[in-house]
C-alpha cells in the first residue's frame, strides 16, 4: 500500500509545523406540501431539497416544538414494494447508529398509501459541495479535521456492518456550530447496505452511487466493503483539497467511469501547487484512491489512526 502519512499522523505534523464566511442562505422553495400535518404530530414547514430517493422538508414536532427535518418518497406502481422496503431499511439501519458525526434518525412512519417518511434531526449549515464551491479548495488543517470526523462515523457504520456507498460531497454537511469549529454530519445512507445483504433492494429503481466518487468495484457491480467508502472519501478530500475532482467532471459516464478504473488521480501538487498541500496529505489521499481495495486503507480506522 502506497502513502506512509495518516490522517492522525499528518494532523499532528500540521500543527507542529504550524505552532499550533458561510454561504448566504438561499430562499427555499415552497411546496405544496408545507402546512400539512403529518399523523397528527409533523407540521411540514419548508422545503429543504430534492434528490436522490425522495424530497426533505423542515417540520415542527408537536407536542415537542422540536424542529425536525423529514425525508419523504413517494412510491409509484413500478417496484413499489422493493422501493418501500429499501426505505424503511435505510431507517431502520441508520437507527443502530449513534456517532456524533452521523445525522441522527427519530422515526419513520407511513402517511397515506404511498408517502413514506423518516424522521432526522435538522441541521444548520451547508454540504461541503457549497463549501468547495465557494471557496474554491479548504485549508489543508482543515480538510484533515473533517476528515477525521468523517472516518470515525464511518468506522462506526462499518463496525455495525454497514456501507453508506455514496460518499461524496452533498452528503457531507458542515454544520454551523462557531464555538466547536467545524463539525460534520454524514448524510443520506440511502444506497447504504448491510455486508451479506444479498437480497438485492438496493439494485432496484435507484442510482448504485454517484459516478463521480465511485469506487472501481462499484462501478463493475461487484461487492462493496467499508474499503469502497474509503475511496469515496479519498475523491472527497482531493477535491476539498484542489477545488476540482482527480477525473474530470464534465466528459461523459462512461469515460469518467474508465478514468476510475484504469488511471491514477494526477498528483494535487501539480494541479494546485501554490496551495503547498503537505506531502503525508496527498499520500494518504492518494492511498485512498488506489483502483484495487486491497492497496488502499482497509478500515476507516487504520486512515484515522
Not at 429503481?205 to 475511496?231: H, K, N, T, W
Amino acid at each position: 500500500m502506497t502513502g506512509e502519512g495518516v490522517l492522525g499522523k499528518a494532523f499532528e505534523r500540521m500543527l507542529m509545523a504550524a505552532g499550533k464566511g458561510d454561504e448566504p442562505s438561499k430562499p427555499l422553495q415552497m411546496d405544496p406540501r408545507c402546512g400539512q400535518l403529518i399523523d397528527r404530530r409533523y407540521l411540514v414547514v419548508e422545503h429543504i431539497a430534492s434528490g436522490g430517493m425522495g424530497s426533505v422538508y423542515k417540520a415542527t414536532q408537536r407536542p415537542l416544538d422540536r424542529t425536525v427535518a423529514m425525508k419523504f418518497l413517494k412510491l409509484g406502481a413500478t417496484h413499489r414494494e422493493q422501493l418501500q422496503n429499501r426505505f424503511f431499511l435505510e431507517a431502520c439501519l441508520c437507527a443502530r447508529l449513534s456517532h456524533p458525526n452521523t445525522v441522527r434518525i427519530f422515526d419513520y412512519g407511513q402517511h397515506d398509501e404511498e408517502t413514506f417518511y423518516i424522521v432526522m434531526e435538522h441541521l444548520d449549515g451547508q454540504t461541503l459541495e457549497h463549501v468547495v464551491a465557494s471557496e474554491g479548495s479548504i485549508d489543508a488543517l482543515r480538510v484533515i479535521r473533517m476528515a477525521m470526523q468523517i472516518c470515525a462515523a464511518l468506522s462506526e457504520a462499518h463496525e455495525h456492518g454497514l456501507i453508506h456507498r455514496d460518499i461524496k460531497l452533498s452528503n457531507l454537511f458542515l454544520v454551523n456550530q462557531p464555538l466547536m469549529g467545524d463539525f460534520i454530519k454524514v448524510l443520506d445512507f440511502g444506497l447504504v447496505k448491510e455486508v451479506g445483504d444479498n437480497r438485492g433492494e438496493t439494485r432496484v429503481g435507484v442510482a448504485l452511487g454517484s459516478p463521480l466518487f465511485m469506487s472501481p468495484e462499484q462501478i463493475q457491480g461487484g461487492d462493496v466493503d467499508g474499503r469502497s467508502d474509503i475511496y469515496g472519501l479519498g475523491i472527497a478530500m482531493y477535491i476539498m483539497l484542489t477545488g476540482q475532482p482527480p477525473f474530470r467532471s464534465g466528459r461523459q459516464v462512461g469515460s469518467l467511469f474508465r478514468d476510475h478504473l484504469t488511471s491514477a488521480p494526477p498528483p494535487m501538487s501539480s494541479i494546485r501547487p501554490e496551495l503547498d498541500i503537505p506531502e503525508a496529505l496527498e499520500a494518504t489521499t492518494q492511498s485512498a484512491l488506489n483502483t484495487r481495495p486491497e492497496d488502499r486503507y482497509q478500515t476507516m480506522r487504520h486512515m484515522l489512526c
